[in-house]
């Protein structure tokens, strides 16, 4: 090939690269991998740029695993609730509370209705009832109480929106719209309308000064970068939670919202706006802000049980916009921000409630696609030329040059409160540099990165890499597989817990789902979630895998095993004793990423799922540490089993044969062969209903060594010796309970 030629090729494959950028920026293409870079770059600038300190204007009250210790479990009483807002504003003085909850059902918990079938039926005739009654029912009506507080108060209420294609239930009563559906002509931002919500009761929404619904956004990676403060409804506009607390918090004063036109390099852009509490916000074309986290904890987090008590700090509170949430485990919504992959949600509203009151809200300005459409033409044109040229030594300087000045613009818009992407431009002139110095280094890399991306948090590292060698084999889209599942659960995990000071329980925890991950992960299974202390994995996906109920089974063996090390060290430290049981099951299950718009999950669904989480549930009635069910077992040649009985799980017509695994056939000791076979024959004697060979049989058995297990059946015998089972008993024991 001639110079000519070779020129012509590297000039048309860099013309053709910047196609690709400039069509990725003009929406005709997508990328993934630039959005990746633009995700990698602002949370860097983030980061370096963001303010740290306290901030003594917004408080977050906690519903932490103290208060639910204190008051009980959520949701609390109405009265409890009158007697926390009445302490926040009457004891401490606090500007405003907005509510990260949702009080969509009546409190029956006084016992007023009770009492008022009395007055109406028994004690009708009672004067001496009905006038106790008269006196008792204001104060019995929990409801009432608690409207009157929020009347009293500048209280925004939250709620929740049911997006487009989830639903369009609607409970509850929503507040009026805050602005007129066109407000923001010629823009329509928010669209798609939500299609349901999820409010709070007419009584309390009718009588409160405000309320916002309180949806998380999150990008494609699931990071929480952007929120909306404006959604479209019905006949107008509705506020975030964040902007409706700012609003009471100044007064209530009604809502401004226009549009403003703004001229660039002769061209005119919509810029909408918003003004809630006498401050303008500005807003994205799609009604959207950056939220401004600040670095570090600047906002307090006050124990609702030690404000029910009069115990919290006044300077904490006094005078501050107050935001009422949750961190305690099974209440907590958990964010993944820039600053981290467990942030609490409402301290995401407490974050713009700061940055509406500093003026410090950023958006993504109407004229940035444009501004990078043409970033990335011209820079492309201009390095393509000087590596046309001037060769990969000279090229590397243009770039480095040219990265600067695009550094140096990003922080110019950055300081203006502007998000101005700049990942595309960016990537053009590292794109071309590499293009134009070794060909294909980034397409041969990119998969890689992607499946390691996509599956490293549910496989082991090791399986990451071999799904890297071949990408294309694997998909995180739905699909139905024959699969093992497996769940485990400590046994007693309440009182268990009951022993433990919250720091020393996560230890605990966190030292026993390290043991059992990597258990898991060495027979190559997947792990789909942690549910307190509960564990759940699959095997089969994404990597295919033919002896996976042999490995399912292998696993739960190995669990147990390392039980006995595992509270030795626990015991040296104090701690209680771990004993847990565990469910396997093989079938067929959907599995894929499956979740919502602002989380994903690549996790399994079906009845084989649902019936391994119920033999987890059911080991401790048998007193045994695993069970498996019949296809299991006949997909496993490589372990022994020995069966415990036939049931019906609760959802489930269709009798199931679950069996206790006892160790690889290889190598097991012929005592425990010998026991098995004993108690299957005495279970053979049961089921025909031969109480006797089966009574001597167990009691043989728990002679020599004494399980639970036999102590059941033997119970079981005495009882159908008083009371026979009918004539069409099928020996199969029904279970009625989860």
């Not at 009347?151 to 929503?174: C, H, N, Q, V």
């Not at 739905?478 to 093992?484: A, C, E, P, V, W």
């Not at 996976?548 to 063996?557: E, I, N, P, S």
């Not at 296809?631 to 020995?642: C, E, I, R, W």
């Amino acid at each position: 090939m001639s110079r000519n030629s070779s020129r012509l090729v590297q000039a048309g494959l860099s013309a053709l690269f910047v196609l690709l950028i400039a069509a990725h920026v003009a929406g005709l293409l997508h990328i993934a991998s630039m959005q990746r870079a633009e995700a990698w770059l602002y949370d860097a600038w983030l980061k370096r740029t963001a303010p740290s300190g306290v901030d003594d204007r917004v408080a977050i009250l906690d519903i932490d695993e103290a208060s639910l210790k204190s008051i009980g479990r959520w949701p609390w009483s109405r009265d409890t609730m009158t007697t926390l807002v009445e302490q926040l504003f009457d004891r401490y003085g606090v500007a405003a509370v907005g509510f990260d909850v949702v009080f969509a059902e009546p409190d029956t918990s006084s016992g007023l209705d009770t009492l008022k079938q009395l007055a109406q039926r028994e004690l009708a005739g009672s004067r001496d009832f009905r006038g106790v009654f008269e006196q008792l029912a204001p104060r019995l009506d929990y409801d009432a109480r608690f409207a009157r507080a929020l009347a009293e108060r500048p209280i925004s209420l939250g709620y929740y929106f049911i997006p487009d294609g989830y639903g369009d239930a609607k409970t509850g009563m929503l507040p009026p719209p805050s602005l007129p559906a066109g407000v923001f002509a010629p823009l329509q931002p928010g669209l798609p309308s939500p299609t349901g919500y999820g409010a709070n009761l007419a009584a309390f929404q009718s009588v409160a000064q405000g309320a916002g619904f309180f949806n998380m956004r999150a990008d494609e990676d699931g990071t929480a970068r952007q929120m909306s403060l404006v959604s479209p409804y019905g006949a107008g506009y509705y506020l975030a939670l964040s902007a409706s607390t700012l609003r009471v918090a100044f007064g209530g004063d009604a809502v401004l919202a226009g549009v403003d036109r703004q001229a660039v390099l002769g061209r005119r852009y919509a810029a909408p706006w918003l003004e809630a509490g006498g401050i303008r916000i500005p807003l994205g074309a799609d009604g959207t802000v950056h939220v401004p986290y600040q670095a570090g904890s600047p906002f307090p987090y006050v124990s609702a049980a030690q404000v029910l008590a009069g115990k919290a700090p006044l300077e904490q509170l006094e005078n501050r916009i107050v935001l009422l949430g949750s961190t305690a485990p099974g209440l907590a919504d958990l964010r993944v921000t820039p600053f981290s992959n467990a942030f609490p949600g409402v301290e995401i509203h407490a974050h713009l409630i700061a940055g509406m009151l500093d003026g410090t809200i950023r958006i993504t300005p109407p004229w940035s696609d444009d501004a990078r459409l043409l970033a990335v033409l011209l820079l492309g044109a201009l390095l393509t030329a000087v590596l046309l040229r001037f060769g990969p030594t000279i090229g590397l300087a243009a770039t480095i040059v040219l990265l600067a000045l695009l550094l140096a613009a990003y922080g110019a818009a950055w300081s203006r409160f502007w998000v101005v992407p700049m990942a595309a431009p960016m990537v053009t002139l590292l794109g071309l540099y590499a293009l134009n110095t070794a060909y294909g280094f980034f397409a041969a890399t990119r998969s890689k990165r992607q499946i390691t991306k996509l599956f490293g948090q549910y496989v082991p590292p090791e399986l990451a890499a071999e799904m890297s060698q071949d990408p294309a084999h694997y998909t995180m889209e739905g699909q139905s597989r024959d699969m093992t599942v497996l769940f485990s659960d400590i046994r007693g995990f309440t009182n268990f817990s009951e022993k433990l000071p919250p720091t020393e329980l996560a230890e605990v925890l966190n030292a026993y789902l390290s043991t059992m991950t990597r258990i898991i992960q060495q027979h190559q299974g997947t792990i789909d979630k942690y549910i307190g202390d509960a564990v759940m994995a699959f095997w089969n996906a994404p990597v295919d895998l033919r002896d996976h109920a042999a490995r399912g089974v292998a696993t739960a063996l190995d669990m147990q095993a390392a039980l006995p090390q595992l509270n030795r060290e626990f015991a040296e430290r104090g701690w209680p004793e771990v004993k847990i049981g565990v469910g396997v099951n093989t079938g067929r299950m959907s599995v894929g990423n499956m979740g919502s718009e602002f989380r994903m999950s690549y996790t399994v669904m079906g009845d084989a799922v649902n019936l391994g989480s119920r033999l987890e549930g059911i080991t401790k009635q048998y007193g045994v540490g695993i069970l498996a069910t019949q296809p299991t077992v006949d997909a496993d040649p490589l372990h022994a089993f020995m069966k415990i009985d036939d049931v019906r799980v609760k959802g489930k017509e269709t009798p199931v044969a679950i069996y206790e695994p006892l160790g690889p056939k290889n190598g097991l000791d012929e005592a425990i062969r010998q026991q098995a076979a004993e108690f299957e024959a005495a279970y053979a004697a049961y089921q025909k209903q031969d109480w006797a060979a089966a009574e001597a049989a167990l009691q043989a058995l728990n002679a020599r060594a004494p399980r639970p297990l036999y102590d059941i059946y033997l119970e079981r015998i005495a009882h159908f010796r008083e009371t026979p089972p009918p004539s069409d008993w099928d020996g199969v024991f029904v279970y009625t309970t989860k």
